[in-house]
């Protein structure tokens, strides 16, 4: 790590001196695994995919496809519904051909489909061993079958309202839930006498800067953002009875600057069910007339007690993915421990991110947490950190900038704290890196636009709950 062996006086290049696709100890990035999906030689493209009419081409200069199995899947919902393979395929190099895959599926209602298909190595080829998957694609199946829904509002538990000048209470058959007055945010959520919650979801607009933000200044062009999710201020909170089973509370927030000026607007509406399901739906809008810069994330915090440290998800994975580099990372059924969700750089900073998730659960080993649905898709993250363990203000990798002191910062100070933060996210901007001395993000990855609006489902769940079924449900 260039900075922390020599004289101070010694140029370096700080941490890029071991910042490659792979870590020094030859530990597999989840950047190599977009690299090795975008540099592959076999391109799949989709001919006709209701038939299972693909085309295939060899991309390679000298090996014929023969070398490979070439072997399929339909998941539904993540899970095998149907597989098979392709046979012995004769394609040399350059060539392309049509081929059909005769998949069976019987669509139930709600499940999306989706068609893997592998190219694996028949025998050992040098240091790459049989059976080495050099290359694969996924395609959505046309094949959706809308979920019918029965109005079953008759049918949900009657709630009891408490509002007064500081807290709203909302509480059912078997939960509770307190929103504070003064902050806009859920204060407690207690299903029977578990604790569900050390504070409820509040607006997010910041990442901990990655490597190539600084190469753009992004951490000091974008430092607005920083805490202004945080500064908010309560400007109207009104709240309603819809139905004998149903209330609404709604939040609306003065966004500021540093300067406490105003800047934007940011309504949370929570709709609360008999059920203990919320619905969340969030409206974002700039108001100020100043040219400000791009927001970082559009998103929620919430942070849950340490023993909810399991995480399931259906969505991209099983590495982590962001807006700009996820064509590696496939949509699938994916689960593990929330530690396992961080991905040490060397340098700390934004990690663990998924995109395109359809739901997610955070439960403990039991199964009791809570399940949340995308309305229709969401980016998420979960650590046992908060954003601030990860971040640095300045350049704190080792180089040599006049003016700035030299502070390093590295894994061993990132330490896991007695809690599980947990990210729902419309969007955060892509990470970009044509290079990382200036170059922007991409603009059709950066979040620019005035306004935003998102929504999503939060849900108190058990083990004998199934998550799949509960996401597509609607009220």
Not at 52 to 72: C, D, E, R, T
Not at 417 to 431: F, H, P
Request: hydrophobic share 35%; with cysteine; charged share 25%.
């Amino acid at each position: 790590y260039g900075g922390d062996f020599g004289p101070d006086t010694v140029p370096s290049d700080g941490n890029f001196c071991n910042n490659g696709l792979v870590d020094p100890n030859r530990g597999v990035k989840p950047h190599l695994l977009e690299v090795k999906k975008v540099y592959q030689h076999i391109a799949f493209d989709a001919v006709d995919l209701k038939k299972g009419s693909i085309s295939i081409k060899n991309k390679y200069a000298f090996l014929n496809l023969s070398a490979f199995n070439l072997v399929w899947e339909v998941l539904g919902d993540g899970k095998v519904v149907d597989s098979g393979n392709l046979g012995n395929i004769d394609l040399a190099g350059g060539e392309a051909k049509q081929f059909t895959i005769d998949y069976s599926v019987k669509p139930e209602s709600g499940v999306e489909y989706f068609l893997n298909i592998k190219a694996n190595l028949k025998e050992d080829w040098s240091l790459v061993k049989a059976g080495w998957t050099m290359a694969e694609e996924q395609f959505e199946l046309p094949i959706f079958k809308p979920t019918i829904f029965k109005n079953t509002a008759v049918d949900l538990p009657e709630i009891n309202l408490v509002d007064n000048d500081e807290y709203i209470v909302v509480s059912a058959k078997g939960f509770s839930i307190s929103f504070d007055k003064t902050k806009g945010a859920i204060s407690n959520f207690k299903k029977g006498d578990t604790e569900m919650l050390t504070s409820g979801p509040v607006p997010n607009f910041w990442r901990a800067p990655i490597d190539n933000d600084f190469g753009h200044d992004l951490h000091k062009r974008a430092k607005v953002w920083r805490k202004a999710g945080e500064n908010r201020q309560v400007s109207n909170v009104s709240v309603k009875e819809l139905r004998k089973d149903a209330a609404q509370i709604i939040f609306d927030f003065d966004i500021v600057d540093e300067e406490q000026v105003k800047i934007a607007t940011y309504k949370s509406t929570y709709t609360v069910y008999g059920t203990g399901d919320i619905v969340v739906n969030n409206d974002f809008k700039i108001t100020s007339d100043e040219e400000l810069p791009e927001i970082i994330r559009m998103g929620m915090n919430m942070i849950m007690p340490r023993n909810f440290d399991q995480m399931t998800w259906l969505g991209r994975g099983p590495q982590e993915s962001y807006w700009d580099r996820k064509t590696g990372a496939f949509v699938g059924l994916y689960n593990g421990s929330v530690a396992d969700q961080y991905w040490a750089y060397l340098r700390p900073q934004e990690n663990g991110n998924k995109t395109d998730v359809r739901w997610m659960t955070i439960t403990d080993e039991t199964g009791n947490g809570f399940l949340f649905s995308g309305m229709p898709l969401l980016e998420v993250s979960a650590h046992h950190n908060i954003m601030e363990d990860f971040e640095s203000l300045e350049r704190t990798d080792g180089r040599q900038i006049p003016g700035v002191a030299v502070v390093n910062r590295h894994t061993t100070d990132v330490k896991p704290r007695d809690l599980t933060s947990v990210n729902i996210d419309y969007k955060q901007m892509g990470v970009g890196g044509d290079n990382s001395w200036g170059a922007l993000t991409h603009e059709e990855y950066r979040l620019t636009e005035k306004a935003y609006s998102y929504s999503f489902r939060m849900k108190a769940i058990s083990s004998d709950d199934d998550p799949s079924k509960l996401a597509k449900m609607k009220f």
